[in-house]
């Protein structure tokens, strides 16, 4: 019974920490990168909140790390501010909920998101992939 409990266990309980295809597919809905490592977020702003503007973010940052076209997966406060043309006092607290409720790891090199945060935030845009016409999500 320990053997055959612990697969169970494995197969149905264990969370894999790797991105999968489906993930990327369906990310790509919402982040395009150049090929210099820069997250273009191609989402309709107004449907999504500033919260999910920057986790989209980091799994943007995370993807071009992945792709080899950016050294970290991380980015500072600094660097996501600018990147979402959004005030650090605004990015600032959103960031510290995200790492309060295990979204976002935060480290020296600055703010990277979790395998954790990628599929809350994947659960939480699957609305807009369900609106008839995309719920402005470009093409």
Do not use: W
């Amino acid at each position: 019974m320990g053997e055959d409990l612990r697969e169970l266990i494995r197969r149905e309980m264990v969370r894999s920490e790797t991105l999968t295809e489906d993930d990327i597919k369906f990310f790509k809905r919402f982040i395009q990168l150049t090929e210099d490592g820069t997250v273009i977020l191609t989402v309709d702003r107004s449907l999504v909140t500033q919260t999910e503007l920057i986790l989209l973010y980091l799994v943007g940052r995370k993807l071009a790390h992945i792709a080899g076209l950016v050294d970290s997966p991380a980015a500072r406060l600094r660097d996501i501010a600018e990147a979402l043309s959004l005030p650090a006092t605004t990015v600032s607290p959103r960031l510290a909920n995200c790492v309060r409720y295990g979204e976002i790891k935060r480290g020296a090199a600055g703010y990277e998101i979790a395998i954790g945060g990628i599929l809350s935030l994947k659960q939480r845009l699957q609305r807009l992939v369900e609106q008839p016409h995309g719920g402005g999500v470009s093409a």
